[in-house]
């Protein structure tokens, strides 16, 4: 199916549909039509164009596809355009946030070029089997694979562990660049923090408090929410591109209290690995 490229957004402005360039903003097709409804049109042009489908939406996208073809990739495979729609779905949501255009810019290359090659990141799992939820959801991510061999793996992208597992993991830093701890308290539960392994030392974390602690199935579906948002930044090199970052668990952790569900950051103090002593 052609669906249309990342770089291109589908916009309503009073009776007008518009085919939008979401680095320069610039309107690159325009038309007005009755009787047609947008987020049906939307959902067409976005996830494909189906060649035998005859409504009206489908058949406008075919015309808008034969006006400008450049506008619009094909995408045989069901998993591609998964993928792309997810994309889609977050860089629709982030564009307002990006501190500059040429940091759009830098983002959609990278990200149509990840669609394009159906590249997906690797993150080794040492979940203890305590968060089932999760692993089944990194599972069925579009843009994760998921190693579960405890031995060390090559091209990891990103390792995802209990707090218990972390630390006992000796030369930590030859597994992966990043780690991401989770943790089931028994008053919160816990994402965070994202720690770069070659430039700080594993904290010491409180694992007593998940000793007695079971996690309940409502509990790790809300956690995947914030999981897959971190890793999608993190993954697709959005922490740096953005205004607001201060909720982005590297310098501390994403909180969600067990009683009422009400997330919060709280700072962990990360030690560099490497310190300079400057004599004067």
């Not at 940091?103 to 203890?128: D, H, P």
């Not at 972390?166 to 992966?176: G, H, P």
């Not at 965070?192 to 408090?209: C, H």
């Amino acid at each position: 199916m052609y669906c249309l490229k990342l770089k291109y957004q589908v916009k309503k402005v009073n009776d007008f549909f518009m085919i939008q360039d979401c680095v320069t903003l610039e309107t690159v097709m325009a038309f007005k039509v009755k009787d047609m409804e947008f987020n049906k049109l939307k959902e067409i042009v976005y996830h494909g164009i189906d060649e035998t489908t005859d409504c009206s939406e489908n058949r406008l996208g075919k015309q808008l596809l034969e006006k400008d073809s450049k506008l619009f990739t094909y995408y045989e495979k069901q998993k591609s355009r998964d993928l792309l729609n997810l994309v889609r779905s977050y860089t629709e949501f982030f564009t307002p946030y990006f501190i500059s255009t040429e940091a759009i810019n830098e983002y959609v290359i990278f990200a149509e070029k990840i669609i394009e090659t159906g590249k997906i990141f690797n993150i080794q799992v040492f979940l203890e089997n305590k968060f089932p939820n999760v692993q089944e959801f990194l599972e069925k991510s579009p843009f994760i694979q998921t190693v579960y061999d405890e031995k060390q793996q090559e091209n990891i992208d990103l390792l995802i562990g209990t707090q218990k597992k972390i630390a006992e993991i000796n030369q930590i830093d030859s597994f992966a660049n990043y780690v991401l701890a989770l943790s089931c308290q028994e008053n919160s539960l816990e994402i965070g923090p994202l720690i770069n392994t070659k430039k700080f030392e594993i904290p010491k974390f409180t694992i007593e408090g998940e000793q007695n602690a079971a996690i309940m199935h409502h509990e790790e579906l809300l956690m995947c929410f914030f999981l897959e948002r971190i890793l999608f930044i993190q993954l697709f090199n959005l922490y740096n591109k953005m205004r607001q970052n201060e909720f982005f668990p590297t310098r501390n952790k994403v909180c969600i209290n067990r009683m009422n569900l009400q997330g919060y950051s709280e700072a962990v103090t990360l030690y560099p690995k490497y310190l300079v002593e400057f004599v004067v």
